[in-house]
């Protein structure tokens, strides 16, 4: 499947999955370079974002850490 981001021809795997079934076109690394940029544009609205969804689930963000804490990978 071609990237309409990229223009790079790629894997079905290396596309997202909407809910309605359909693929969305740019790739998972054009779409990743395009959040890594929002988010160090706007580094406020990035932490809030990261609050605000941590304050939505706090159960799963806390088994989260425990089980980083608890891994091997620091």
Wanted: proline share 4%; hydrophobic share 30%; aromatic share 10%.
């Amino acid at each position: 499947m071609l990237c309409t981001k990229c223009n790079v021809e790629r894997a079905d795997s290396d596309f997202y999955i909407l809910k309605n079934g359909k693929v969305r076109k740019p790739c998972k690394v054009c779409i990743r370079e395009k959040n890594r940029g929002w988010r160090a544009d706007n580094p406020e609205k990035a932490r809030a974002a990261v609050k605000n969804a941590e304050a939505k689930k706090p159960e799963h963000y806390a088994a989260k850490r425990k089980e980083y804490y608890h891994s091997d990978a620091y």
